[in-house]
């Protein structure tokens, strides 16, 4: 194999850790460069900060392959490919935050035969600006599509590689094709800000579909139709596909909410209404509070009473707790007068900061012991194992609503609990079965 090209992070965030260890295992050496000193410390001991299975072991296996730094000095000095790999949050205004991005453009420079490498999602145009402002530096928009829980094998076994640039930056469009050649993926070579598009709309229409399907299920629950049926018989047509076709309590994380938000802020600026996007966004918030009405079916009143909730993460497999349900579901529950208890298997102390007031059991069990009601947040799958004949006997109330239609209805009914799900009225409603 010959030699391969070096590479540079900015950034030892979630993305730029997985972009580092995941190009070290394709045979790069990676400079890794992080602002926070402890991070690097920690970093340096083989102490990862974040939940992403495998890649702890990854970063172990390539340890050699890696280093990790403060100095910005020490990332110039090598590589020519730099990928900046840092937070882009939204602001007050739900534009993006891009000071991580600029910071990092302004200690990078204008080095010689250098190239920027942009991973961080930026609204359209960035790229453009940012080139205009350092002509002497390439620029790529190489956008990330990784998703939680599953980022290393998202890396490793793309879709597609999108590769942008403008006209003169030729030299660093294929290096950075280069480098992602091993894995066999279609690369997108486009430009500059047609690339930044094509990661904001493709994180839109995926939101598009959630808040499509959880719409579908609201109307299910209304007609007595069985939206896990409906998205089964929709998911065969292959023009819609039967992927990211699951209802529930609604998306959260790091990219959807702020990506869609993004995305209708960037078209307002330009003077363009995004109505539809305005719609997924909205029909997601109030997804977030289906529960409280079905808990009202079955109960009077919150006040005074105990609500469990199984998983707080916004989805199995992380301890990402940003824009999750569960935080508004949690404050919700609390605005009525209920006492919160909670278990997470990952999630737990990243909650806590953030949900104070919610009571955190050590385990499904210890939640669920004399609650009125259960809500299921995050399917992990431990829940599916639960013997919910003990859990019915162990509530108070055995009412449990599954915000994510995990589980099998008809065994947790079976098992003498009140089962409610998102767009699955009990067969009793669907005339079509009875
Ligand atoms: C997402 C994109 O998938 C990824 O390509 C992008 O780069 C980053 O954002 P991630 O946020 O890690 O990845 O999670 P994802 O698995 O896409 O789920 C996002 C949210 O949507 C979760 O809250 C999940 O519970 C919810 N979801 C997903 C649904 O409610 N229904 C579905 O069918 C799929």
Redesign the pocket.
């Given at each position: 194999m010959s030699e391969r090209e070096p590479i540079g992070v900015v950034g030892a965030g979630w993305v730029g850790l997985v972009t580092a260890a995941c190009f070290a295992e394709l045979g790069h050496r990676v400079v890794v460069r992080e602002i926070v000193p402890e991070k690097v410390e920690s970093l340096r001991r083989g102490e990862i900060p974040i939940h992403e299975p495998g890649l702890p072991e990854l970063i172990k296996k390539n340890a050699e392959r890696l280093t990790f730094t403060t100095d910005m000095a020490e990332l110039l000095d090598g590589p020519r490919l730099l990928f900046v790999c840092v937070q882009t949050p939204p602001t007050y205004s739900g534009d993006a935050d891009l000071s991580a991005v600029q910071r990092a453009v302004g200690e990078i420079g204008e080095p010689d035969g250098k190239a920027l490498v942009m991973k961080s999602t930026v609204p359209v145009g960035t790229g453009r600006t940012i080139h205009r402002d350092a002509p002497e530096l390439a620029y790529v928009a190489c956008p990330?599509?990784?998703?939680?829980?599953t980022a290393v094998k998202d890396f490793l076994e793309p879709d597609r590689v999108v590769v942008g640039f403008d006209q003169g930056d030729e030299w660093a469009a294929d290096a950075v094709a280069a480098a992602y050649e091993p894995l066999g993926a279609p690369i997108v070579r486009t430009d500059l800000s047609s690339a930044e598009m094509i990661k904001l709309a493709?994180?839109a229409y995926?939101a598009t579909k959630?808040s499509f399907?959880n719409e579908i299920a609201n109307v299910c629950d209304e007609v007595g139709a069985d939206v896990t049926e409906v998205a089964r018989g929709m998911g065969m047509d292959p023009r819609i596909g039967d992927r990211?076709?699951?209802a529930?309590l609604?998306?959260?994380?790091?990219?959807?909410p702020k990506d869609t938000q993004a995305l209708k802020i960037l078209a307002g600026n330009s003077g363009y209404h995004f109505q539809l996007l305005n719609s997924v966004i909205e029909v997601n918030e109030l997804q977030k509070r289906r529960v409280m009405a079905k808990l009202s079916k079955h109960l009077d009143s919150l006040v005074g009473k105990r609500v469990a909730l199984l998983g707080l993460a916004?989805?199995p497999d992380t301890d990402d707790m940003r824009e999750a349900s569960s935080l508004v579901l949690a404050s919700r529950l609390e605005g009525e007068g209920a006492t919160v208890v909670a278990f997470d298997p990952v999630a737990e102390e990243r909650a806590r900061q953030l949900l104070p007031s919610v009571e955190m059991a050590g385990s499904a069990m210890e939640t669920l012991e004399a609650a009125d009601a259960a809500v299921l947040v995050t399917e992990w799958p431990e829940f599916a194992e639960l013997d919910w004949t003990e859990v019915a006997k162990a509530m108070n109330n055995p009412l449990l609503v599954d915000g994510r239609n995990f589980l099998d209805p008809d065994a947790v009914r079976a098992a003498g609990m009140t089962y409610e799900a998102i767009g699955r009225p009990g067969l009793a409603d669907r005339s079509a079965v009875s």
């Open positions: 990330e599509f990784l998703k939680e829980g493709s994180n995926l959630i399907i990211f076709l699951n529930g609604g998306f959260g994380g790091s990219c959807f916004f989805k």
